[in-house]
């Protein structure tokens, strides 16, 4: 279906600045930031070990290799096929198992349908062109009764000031260009694109960012940058909704 759903300057972007993925003070700083904020609230709601996942959007790998780190089974997927190669090196470097892949959400999906305990996708769907199709590709990829989680920027006038104007352009701690913010997603849009993949929202968070500090924490606040954790139904419980 929507197999040209890629933005190819969001790659090229992401490919630019490959080299640089693991340099935690350098542009990808508040991922490495963040890192710990997400398994947390991973942890909060399920376990890792032994768990089959899926990271969709998995870039240079910061997430994937912390969740092979804690046991899981992680297959990393992404279409910037130079963070790819950083991603691999790094995990060769790390001694960590990480089966990368450069394939799209949907292929992936169709190739691999109910196979996964966890699905998660961070940072990514505000830089596709239609993020329901990569939600509905997680949601499809993901075992009756496993969990999801992404994370994501909401589209507020704080998260305009602060996420883009500091965070780009003050503090370098992302490429610029990195982010439009006509393209973040606003937390009822994504439960809501969630809903219509048949998935149930369980729970959000909000990450706090303190810019002076550059420490993360999370929080209730959602205005900024934020996380939500779905279910997919057991197949007994799934009903149609109208
Ligand atoms: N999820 C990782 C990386 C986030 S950066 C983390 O949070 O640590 C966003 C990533 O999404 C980049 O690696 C970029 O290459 C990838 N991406 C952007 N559009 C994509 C698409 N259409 N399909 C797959 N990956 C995509």
């Not at 996964?116 to 199709?133: F, G, I, N, S």
């Not at 999370?218 to 419980?237: G, T, V």
Request: charged share 20%; hydrophobic share 40%; aromatic share 8%.
């Amino acid at each position: 279906m929507s197999d040209n759903n890629v933005d190819p300057q969001e790659l090229s972007n992401f490919n630019q600045y490959a080299h640089k993925w693991w340099d935690t003070d350098g542009e990808f700083g508040a991922l490495h930031k963040m890192n710990p904020l997400r398994l947390d609230f991973i942890q909060q709601h399920t376990g890792i070990a032994n768990q089959t996942i899926l990271d969709i959007g998995c870039g240079g790998g910061i997430l994937s290799e912390s969740l092979a780190l804690l046991g899981g089974e992680v297959t990393g997927i992404d279409l910037a096929e130079e963070v790819l190669s950083v991603a691999r090196l790094h995990a060769l470097d790390t001694g960590v198992k990480v089966n990368y892949q450069a394939i799209s959400a949907e292929e992936h999906a169709r190739q691999h349908p109910e196979s996964y305990d966890r699905v998660t996708c961070m940072e990514m769907l505000e830089h596709v062109p239609d993020p329901q199709a990569i939600i509905q590709a997680a949601a499809d990829a993901t075992k009756p009764g496993g969990m999801l989680f992404f994370s994501t920027l909401n589209r507020s006038n704080k998260s305009l000031l602060l996420a883009v104007f500091t965070a780009e352009y003050l503090l370098n701690i992302v490429p610029k260009g990195t982010h439009q913010h006509d393209k973040f997603i606003k937390p009822s849009e994504l439960a809501q694109m969630a809903r219509q993949a048949g998935l149930n929202l369980i729970d959000s968070a909000g990450i706090d960012f303190n810019p002076v500090f550059k420490r993360c924490a999370l929080s209730k606040d959602l205005s900024i940058n934020y996380l939500m954790a779905f279910q997919k139904p057991l197949l007994e419980e799934q009903t149609d909704e109208h």
